[in-house]
């Protein structure tokens, strides 16, 4: 019920490709979905986020597809550049009850961006 | 740009030690958090803070983890008496709110 279901595990894109990571949910309680972005020795740094009242975000080159009956949601980075290379986690927040607003995370995708 | 910091970077321990690991959230949040990764795994949460009190904690988050907010700026982690399964990144998160959460970079516990 708690889970955030993430694929693929690892991604290899050229340069000026698209790079699409997917999530799926079970949890109806979660209200919000941010995408996060990992260099290695680094802490998480939000991406982009998206709430379920909104099909579609978009932030520069990186959008987010939410699909709320399907209980999905996508990360699409357009014009992949090598500096893109990184581990994304996309995450859920919300419990059943209480507001401590935890965040849930998927098991990452490592994104590698070929020049 | 406020971030949230951690101190030390880095802490070896031996299997039995206590340790304290500090964080330093940005100063006007009010949800604090601390969350661990194993080595090439994902993200797991451990506790989450919120008016001098904790407000959840799962299932790894055991008798031998504490947390505290000492002073009104800082956000500690202790574990009591470390095990070699606690080997991890530990990473501290702070939110306004309780939407956006801001992590920290993190400290590596290496449990020898």
């Known amino acids: 019920q708690q889970q955030v279901k993430q694929s693929p595990q690892s991604l290899i894109v050229q340069k000026g490709g698209i790079s699409i990571i997917n999530c799926a949910y079970e949890?109806?309680?979660?209200?919000?979905f941010p995408w996060y972005q990992q260099f290695p020795g680094k802490g998480p740094a939000l991406l982009i986020a998206?709430?379920?009242?909104?099909s579609e975000k978009k932030e520069g080159r990186f959008t987010i597809s939410f699909n709320k009956s399907a209980k999905q949601f996508s990360l699409h980075i357009m014009d992949s550049q090598p500096g893109d290379s990184a581990t994304y986690f996309c995450?859920?927040?919300?419990?059943?009850?209480?507001?401590?607003?935890?965040?849930?995370f998927g098991k990452g995708t490592l994104l590698t961006v070929n020049p | 740009e406020p971030e949230v910091t951690q101190t030390p970077s880095h802490q070896v321990t031996q299997m039995g030690q206590e340790v304290i690991l500090r964080c330093v959230p940005i100063?006007?949040?009010?949800?604090f958090y601390w969350y661990r990764q194993i080595l090439g795994q994902k993200v797991e949460f451990l506790v989450s803070?919120?008016?001098?009190?904790?407000?959840?904690k799962s299932e790894i988050f055991d008798d031998q983890f504490s947390v505290e907010r000492p002073d009104g700026s800082n956000f500690t982690l202790k574990i009591r008496s470390t095990k070699l399964e606690d080997s991890a990144m530990y990473f501290c998160?702070?939110?306004?709110?309780?939407?956006?959460?801001?992590f920290g970079p993190g400290t590596r516990l290496t449990v020898l």
């Open positions: 998160a702070s939110s306004m709110t309780g939407d956006t959460q801001y």
């Open positions: 949890n109806t309680a979660f209200d919000y």
């Open positions: 100063s006007n949040h009010l949800y």
């Open positions: 998206i709430r379920p009242d909104v």
């Open positions: 995450a859920a927040r919300g419990s059943l009850g209480g507001s401590n607003y935890k965040l849930t």
């Open positions: 803070f919120y008016n001098n009190e904790i407000s959840e």
